[in-house]
């Protein structure tokens, strides 16, 4: 095995292959890096102009003048950005400003809209301060914030007026734009709540005529009736038994008025038979016109029954009972007298019995048999009593007729009030369908309504430009300085570049060679027999050697032994 064929690789093989190889690696060093000093000095110069815009924070607290703009602001950016650096917009400022002028000749509009939106962008600001003092840090994350304080827009081209000029321009269409289209947000979300808000005040009418015509068709059914129903429907019970009562009441009056009415009645026959005997026993004995003193006269039944008339209408009217019965007495009374007067001429004796009596029991003649029936004070006060008795028990009869057709009309009030009760359970469920749907629409209605109110503000604050905006605070300079290309940055990467090729060309080389440079190249354990020193022989009779050491050559090194 030859230890040769794979020698390690150690610092001190390198050092010997640089050093070997000096003068060709500095030689393309320098030529690499003096080519690559004169290209990167001859390309153009960029030249970067930015307009910083802050970001004015609303002027009316949010918690009482809400923002219908509720967006980030890095999205809002990122919008505005697309409407801005569209093609049109940017082919608009390529032609309004003359920019590429050269470029149009080789390239087309759409190469140039694309050069230029690589030319152009945005960079976020946090933690800027206005003032005197302004301390602000760039870039385009958060850096820990949520939003950032301002923002700038760039743009960048060989002409620094140009440069300004269209940076300035873009930042003028950020602050139009934002205005545009947060009065657009506003005015949009204010016309879609007034669409919503009249669909949901349509649907609330709707719920609201539903309930009416059902409270108007279930009128007596509804829930919040119940407690009513029940108390008139306790009011009724309550008038039923009172009537009940007033009816037991009057039927036990009625027993007690008949069994009056019955003695009474055979009172007065009693006494009308002892008249009418004792009447016929003075009309028997025959008390003629011959000696004695004659007895008074008996009063005429008429004139009687005229004075209890009198008597009754001091304190009834004509209208009572008794009164139209004392009257009917009389009529009838005085049709028997004129007929008694038409039939006995003769004028009877003071004794005679007077005719009277209008009871129904007598005849036409008022005479049972042939003899009349006195009316004696004691049967007129027994007849006065029967027909007050008589007249009580027909108040009696009315009263129960009265009172039961009241009961009668009280049982079928009840009987619907009850069924009004036995209707509430699926009233109060199709009710209560019906007020869950109408309060769904109420409270959609009244949120609606609190969102338009807001919207109207927010709105009315945008017009008002009080709510956030964009605000210009350092406009767009001429820079003096390039931001590109960075020369020294350049050079820098160059030189290394070129060092690092010239390198690989001088191991190259070295490799190419296969030459055994020193022991230290040998594996660990590998005997050496001798060390030979540096030979220098004469160049002219020998020539330049590879085997040669040179005078810098530390020790003395082995030959390369094949």
């Given at each position: 095995?030859?230890?040769?064929?794979?020698?390690e690789?150690?610092?001190?093989?390198?050092?010997?292959?640089?050093?070997?190889?000096?003068?060709?690696?500095?030689?393309?060093?320098?030529?690499?890096?003096?080519?690559?000093?004169?290209?990167?000095?001859?390309?153009?110069?960029?030249?970067?102009?930015?307009?910083?815009?802050?970001?004015?924070?609303?002027?009316?607290?949010?918690?009482?003048?809400?923002?219908?703009?509720?967006?980030?602001?890095q999205?809002?950016?990122?919008?505005l950005?697309?409407?801005?650096?569209?093609?049109?917009?940017?082919?608009?400022?390529?032609?309004?400003?003359?920019?590429?002028?050269?470029?149009?000749?080789?390239?087309?509009?759409?190469?140039?809209?694309?050069?230029?939106?690589?030319?152009?962008?945005?960079?976020?600001?946090h933690?800027i301060?206005?003032g005197?003092?302004?301390?602000?840090?760039?870039?385009?994350?958060?850096?820990?914030?949520?939003?950032?304080?301002?923002?700038?827009?760039?743009?960048?081209?060989?002409?620094?007026a140009?440069?300004?000029?269209?940076?300035?321009?873009?930042?003028?269409?950020?602050?139009?734009?934002?205005?545009?289209?947060?009065?657009?947000?506003?005015?949009?979300?204010?016309?879609?709540?007034?669409?919503?808000?009249?669909?949901?005040?349509?649907?609330?009418?709707?719920?609201?005529?539903?309930?009416s015509?059902?409270?108007?068709?279930?009128?007596?059914?509804?829930?919040?009736?119940?407690?009513?129903?029940?108390?008139?429907?306790?009011?009724?019970?309550?008038e039923?038994?009172?009537?009940?009562?007033?009816?037991?009441?009057?039927?036990?009056?009625k027993?007690?008025?008949?069994?009056?009415?019955?003695?009474?009645?055979?009172?007065l026959?009693?006494?009308?038979?002892?008249a009418r005997?004792?009447?016929?026993?003075?009309?028997?004995?025959g008390?003629?016109g011959?000696?004695?003193?004659?007895?008074?006269?008996?009063?005429?039944?008429?004139?009687?029954?005229?004075?209890?008339?009198?008597?009754?209408?001091l304190?009834?009217?004509?209208?009572?009972?008794?009164?139209?019965?004392?009257k009917?007495?009389?009529?009838?009374?005085?049709?028997?007298?004129?007929?008694?007067?038409?039939?006995?001429?003769?004028?009877?004796?003071?004794?005679?019995?007077?005719?009277?009596?209008?009871?129904?029991?007598?005849?036409?003649?008022?005479?049972?048999?042939?003899?009349?029936?006195?009316l004696?004070?004691?049967?007129?006060?027994?007849?006065?009593?029967?027909?007050?008795?008589?007249?009580?028990?027909?108040?009696?009869?009315?009263?129960?007729?009265?009172?039961?057709?009241?009961?009668?009309?009280?049982?079928?009030?009840?009987?619907?009030?009850?069924s009004?009760l036995d209707?509430?359970p699926?009233?109060?469920?199709?009710?209560?369908?019906?007020?869950?749907?109408?309060?769904?629409?109420r409270?959609?209605?009244?949120?609606?309504?609190?969102?338009?109110?807001?919207?109207?503000?927010?709105?009315?604050?945008?017009?008002?430009?009080?709510?956030?905006?964009?605000?210009?605070?350092?406009?767009?300079?001429?820079?003096?300085?390039?931001?590109?290309?960075?020369?020294?940055l350049?050079d820098?990467?160059?030189?290394?570049?070129?060092?690092?090729?010239?390198l690989?060309?001088?191991?190259?080389?070295?490799?190419?060679?296969?030459?055994?440079?020193?022991?230290?190249?040998?594996?660990?354990?590998?005997?050496?027999?001798?060390?030979?020193p540096?030979?220098?022989?004469?160049?002219?009779?020998?020539?330049?050697?590879?085997?040669?050491?040179?005078?810098?050559?530390p020790?003395?090194?082995?030959?390369?032994?094949?």
């Amino acid at each position: 095995m030859n230890p040769t064929d794979h020698p390690e690789f150690s610092p001190y093989s390198i050092a010997r292959m640089i050093w070997k190889q000096k003068w060709l690696i500095l030689i393309i060093f320098v030529v690499l890096t003096a080519t690559s000093i004169v290209i990167v000095q001859r390309l153009p110069p960029v030249y970067e102009a930015a307009a910083v815009i802050l970001v004015d924070s609303q002027k009316i607290p949010s918690s009482m003048v809400p923002s219908t703009v509720t967006a980030g602001l890095q999205d809002r950016l990122a919008n505005l950005a697309q409407q801005i650096f569209s093609s049109t917009r940017l082919q608009t400022l390529i032609e309004q400003d003359g920019l590429y002028r050269d470029e149009r000749k080789s390239h087309s509009m759409e190469d140039l809209v694309e050069e230029m939106r690589e030319n152009l962008g945005i960079h976020l600001i946090h933690g800027i301060v206005t003032g005197a003092n302004t301390a602000r840090g760039t870039g385009s994350s958060g850096g820990g914030r949520g939003n950032p304080d301002a923002f700038s827009v760039f743009f960048r081209d060989s002409n620094p007026a140009t440069a300004a000029l269209v940076a300035n321009q873009l930042a003028n269409l950020f602050i139009e734009e934002n205005l545009r289209a947060r009065e657009r947000y506003a005015s949009d979300t204010s016309s879609f709540i007034d669409q919503q808000l009249d669909d949901a005040k349509k649907s609330l009418d709707q719920q609201e005529a539903k309930v009416s015509q059902f409270k108007l068709q279930h009128s007596g059914e509804l829930p919040e009736q119940e407690n009513a129903l029940i108390a008139v429907e306790g009011r009724l019970q309550a008038e039923l038994q009172s009537s009940q009562d007033a009816i037991d009441r009057a039927q036990q009056n009625k027993v007690l008025y008949q069994n009056s009415l019955s003695m009474t009645e055979a009172s007065l026959a009693s006494l009308e038979r002892a008249a009418r005997q004792a009447a016929a026993e003075d009309a028997a004995s025959g008390s003629g016109g011959t000696g004695g003193s004659t007895a008074a006269p008996a009063p005429k039944a008429s004139d009687v029954l005229k004075g209890q008339l009198q008597a009754l209408r001091l304190h009834y009217t004509d209208d009572f009972p008794e009164v139209k019965r004392v009257k009917r007495e009389l009529a009838e009374v005085e049709a028997l007298e004129k007929k008694q007067a038409a039939a006995n001429p003769p004028v009877q004796s003071a004794n005679s019995p007077v005719p009277g009596g209008s009871r129904p029991d007598l005849n036409e003649a008022g005479l049972i048999g042939s003899t009349p029936t006195p009316l004696t004070p004691e049967i007129l006060k027994e007849r006065d009593q029967v027909g007050s008795l008589k007249n009580q028990l027909t108040a009696l009869d009315m009263e129960i007729q009265r009172r039961t057709a009241e009961q009668d009309s009280v049982r079928k009030q009840m009987a619907k009030y009850q069924s009004h009760l036995d209707q509430l359970p699926v009233s109060q469920q199709d009710l209560a369908k019906l007020t869950r749907d109408y309060e769904i629409s109420r409270q959609n209605y009244q949120s609606l309504l609190n969102h338009k109110f807001t919207a109207d503000m927010s709105t009315d604050m945008e017009m008002r430009q009080q709510s956030e905006r964009f605000t210009l605070i350092e406009a767009a300079t001429a820079p003096e300085l390039p931001a590109a290309p960075n020369r020294p940055l350049y050079d820098g990467a160059s030189a290394i570049i070129a060092f690092g090729l010239a390198l690989a060309v001088g191991f190259v080389l070295e490799f190419r060679k296969n030459l055994f440079l020193g022991e230290w190249e040998l594996p660990n354990g590998m005997p050496i027999l001798g060390r030979v020193p540096a030979i220098t022989l004469p160049l002219a009779l020998n020539g330049p050697s590879e085997y040669s050491q040179g005078e810098n050559t530390p020790g003395p090194q082995p030959l390369r032994i094949t």
